[in-house]
Structure formats: C-alpha cells, structure tokens
C-alpha cells in the first residue's frame, strides 16, 4: 500500500497564504508514497491528529527560524521568521518523534529538526565559519555545486552507498551545536554540518541541501526519498 506522507509548507503571512514548490510532492509521488500537504500556521491542535493519519513527514525548506528556540538574540542577517510556522513545527517534530514515524528533514528540515530537540544553529553562514564554500548557489537547482563527505557507517552512508557526493546548497544558516542523541553524518570541506541523524527512533534523517530538487537527474536523491518512503510503508 502506498504510505501516506506529511509535507510541510512555508506560510505568507502577509498575504495570508501556503504555499510548497511542487518538486516535494513530485518526489514522494515518483518514490511510491502519497503527499498530504500540512498548512502550518494555524493551531497545534492539528498537529495531533496530522501525525495520526500519516505514515510519514517531510519537513520542507523556508525561512529562518526564531533563534529564540535556542536562547540566542537575533543576527543582522537574519531573514524574515514566521512564528506560526515555527511553533507549529517544533510540535510536528517532537509529536512524529513521539509516535516514531519516520522523519525527513530538508534544508530548513534538518534545522527545525536539531532546534525542537535541543540543539542551536549557526544565524550567518559567512560571520562565523572560516573560509566557507559557497552555501547559496547561483545555479539551477537540480544542479550540485560543492562536495559533501559522508559517513559511511551511517544510514545516510548506507542509502547513498557512497562517501561523497555533490549536492546543491541554498541556505545561510546551519546547524551548530546538536541535539542530544544526534550525530552528524555529512559534512562540507568548511566542515559545515550537511546532514544528522539518530539511532534513537527507525528514520530520523536531515539533510542540509535539497534532494527533492535533484531526483530527476541524481541516483542518490532517488535512493534517499526511496527509503524514506519505503521506511514509511514499513512504519
């Protein structure tokens, strides 16, 4: 049976709307699964019941997070922040956790993902790492611009069967300090964090670049949403 899976949306306060780049629900649908997309800035009543009926969650890329969710005032290059979306997927995030459905964090994903389980971020990619790579591309997003190094051992390392790979980038911000019982799994050569993990739940699995944007041209985007999805319909 195909699994029915959670995609968050990013949410336009000022023109009141949701709105998610069809590339996410095109690479669950192509994966075998079948995407509900979750409008997430309205009460956390939902979330509950959102977890409840899905076999699965995608947490979607967006904006900044509030770095009031780890105790830090805010940089000057912070973005625009969406309160709404953040509280709402804090509680995505520690409900799907709870209930030990398999979680796909992407870009803002894996962010939300370390911040909701005690971990911090870096605010300003360029104010605070030392001779970075370009983290935000000029370039078509099915297209890699800089290496990441995997951990082999890891079950990000055993799905990409690789120690490398290319992979796009289109951020400022990153994790910095983990969450408890979280270790990374990728990196770039400025040894920015690329992807986490944890043993403690079946599929926890974040990752800094956007897959979603590259399956139509990447084997290894493919075998990553393939076993989140597969990993759903066994949950």
């Not at 947490?59 to 709402?88: M, Q, W």
């Not at 120690?163 to 300090?177: G, W």
Request: proline letters at 7%; glycine letters at 8%.
């Amino acid at each position: 049976m195909e699994p029915l899976i959670g995609i968050s949306c990013s949410y336009d306060l000022a023109e009141g709307r949701y709105f998610l780049p069809e590339a996410y629900v095109d690479a669950v649908i192509d994966s075998g699964g079948v995407p509900l997309i979750l409008p997430g800035a309205g009460s956390i009543k939902s979330v509950t019941p959102y977890i409840r009926a899905v076999k699965g969650l995608v947490l979607a890329g967006g904006g900044d997070i509030d770095p009031k969710y780890f105790n830090e005032e805010p940089h000057p290059s912070l973005g625009e922040v969406t309160p709404d979306r953040d509280r709402f997927e804090i509680m995505l995030v520690k409900t799907a956790l709870s209930r030990n459905i398999p979680v796909l964090g992407i870009c803002r994903g894996i962010q939300i993902i370390n911040v909701a389980c005690g971990g911090t971020l870096i605010q300003h990619i360029p104010a605070e790492v030392k001779k970075p790579v370009k983290h935000f591309q000029t370039a078509p997003r099915w297209y890699p611009t800089h290496r990441i190094l995997i951990d082999k051992s890891s079950l990000l390392g055993q799905i990409l069967k690789a120690r490398s790979a290319r992979v796009n980038s289109f951020h400022h911000q990153a994790v910095c300090d983990l969450a408890p019982g979280f270790f990374i799994t990728a990196v770039t050569n400025d040894d920015v964090v690329e992807a986490i993990e944890t043993r403690e739940y079946k599929f926890v699995i974040g990752v800094q670049w956007h897959p979603e944007g590259m399956v139509s041209k990447d084997e290894k985007s493919r075998l990553l949403f393939g076993a989140f999805v597969e990993a759903c319909r066994k949950a």
